[in-house]
């Protein structure tokens, strides 16, 4: 079954950190680009982070460039998304999502069902 399972929200106060996982399963993870968006309540989905298939490159979004950082294992068939720092704004659903490009087709898209991610004190 190809699926991407997100895990590691919660509520944290501000300045705390938390660190997402994303557990791939059902397709080749290493062939994928990755990719964190969230998105807030009546807003639309901004993506937050990417990384290469093989983890050589990665980019952040300006909002969060310097207190996230997004990581995978290949060997393990998961990405991670460590948050520190964070700030009421960084209140969201997170997902995860796989991309991979596929010749004379197109994208094709791959969607984790979210994590909750809350700020408060």
């Known amino acids: 079954q190809v699926q991407l399972v997100e895990s590691g929200g919660g509520l944290v106060q501000p300045g705390g950190s938390l660190r997402l996982s994303c557990a791939a399963s059902?397709?080749?993870?290493?062939?994928?680009?990755m990719k964190w968006y969230r998105q807030a309540p009546g807003k639309g989905r901004e993506l937050v982070a990417t990384?290469?298939?093989?983890?050589?490159?990665?980019n952040y979004a300006d909002s969060v460039r310097g207190r996230f950082t997004i990581s995978r294992d290949n060997a393990k068939n998961s990405v991670y998304l460590q948050m520190n720092s964070l700030k009421p704004e960084d209140t969201a659903v997170y997902y995860c999502?796989?991309?991979?490009?596929?010749?004379?087709?197109?994208?094709?898209?791959?969607w984790g069902q979210g994590t909750q991610v809350t700020v408060s004190s």
């Open positions: 059902g397709f080749t993870f290493s062939n994928y680009a």
């Open positions: 990384i290469t298939e093989s983890g050589g490159v990665t």
């Open positions: 999502n796989a991309l991979k490009m596929v010749p004379s087709q197109g994208p094709l898209e791959l």
